[in-house]
């Protein structure tokens, strides 16, 4: 049954974006609501011939295409909606042994990490239904690992009350102790954790060597360059959470020549990365 209903659904869409029809749209045109569009969409849902005949009436097809196999443009089309549902973490794939400062634990960050896979969830679903690209497909990829970081760095305090975001303006480190520093910002200090999110499993980078704690969040996404490399959509997934207390000795600087618009940076050298991902998080490397 469930094949069947797939069918229909990917039909449905198939014929409803070839119009440049949203889900709104069509549900308006054939007064079924919007949600029983989505379902019969996706295959949740069982469709009746009446209905069948509503819909490709407003699609302005034969009614038999609905229920036809040998389409060759779903397949991507599919893909891309399954995409959009970002993997889960899992509990199984958590380190109970890890090393964690200012009361953070793995359950905070595996909160935090949940909520933003069903952020991003929400948004890609909404955007499949404009026929927009998924965030993470075309934002810069740099743009997109720097909303990871920034929904971790807003996340993780909600869970962790011990911890608040930095309030200064481009204050380092992202999160600092709940209460030490007036207003809760601060330019600069040793005391916190600094977040970062990266689609590398290492030589994360930063704009200066700063000895502080540190938490990346590593991630497998798409990008907006995969389309013309022709990579398939799959869909966001924590590879892998590393957190450590990072000296100045763990980075390697790289500067710039005087005619060189490179922004300055400093990466987390091979030592630095051991000392990670010995105290790791998460470890999702199926």
């Not at 891309?80 to 109970?96: D, G, H, I, M, Y």
């Not at 929400?122 to 998924?134: A, E, V």
């Not at 700063?210 to 022709?230: A, G, M, P, Q, R």
Request: aromatic residues 10%.
């Amino acid at each position: 049954m469930s094949n069947i209903l797939n069918i229909i659904g990917n039909n449905i869409r198939y014929y409803r974006k070839r119009l440049g029809l949203t889900q709104e749209h069509l549900a308006e045109i054939t007064e079924l609501h919007r949600t029983y569009i989505g379902a019969v969409e996706r295959g949740e849902k069982n469709i009746s011939a009446n209905n069948v005949a509503k819909i490709s009436e407003a699609l302005d097809i034969e009614s038999y295409l609905i229920f036809k196999t040998d389409h060759l443009s779903f397949s991507s089309t599919a893909l891309e909606e399954k995409a959009c549902t970002p993997t889960p973490v899992r509990s199984s794939l958590f380190n109970k042994n890890c090393v964690l400062p200012y009361e953070l634990t793995i359950d905070h960050i595996s909160q935090a990490m949940k909520a933003f896979l069903e952020f991003l969830g929400f948004i890609n679903h909404q955007l499949f239904t404009k026929d927009i690209p998924r965030l993470e497909s075309f934002l810069m990829p740099a743009n997109f690992s720097s909303i990871v970081g920034e929904f971790m760095n807003t996340g993780i305090p909600k869970y962790c009350h011990s911890l608040v975001k930095n309030q200064y303006h481009n204050g380092h480190p992202d999160l600092i102790p709940k209460g030490r520093y007036a207003d809760d910002a601060v330019q600069y200090s040793e005391a916190g954790i600094e977040i970062k999110g990266s689609r590398h499993p290492s030589g994360w980078q930063g704009h200066n060597p700063e000895s502080v704690w540190l938490i990346v969040f590593y991630f497998d996404s798409n990008t907006s360059n995969d389309k013309k490399k022709k990579i398939a959509p799959k869909p966001f997934r924590f590879r892998g959470v590393y957190a450590a207390k990072i000296e100045k000795s763990d980075w390697n600087f790289s500067g710039r020549s005087a005619a060189s618009r490179r922004t300055i940076t400093a990466s987390i050298n091979k030592n630095g990365v051991n000392k990670m991902k010995k105290n790791w998080i998460y470890n999702d490397s199926e």
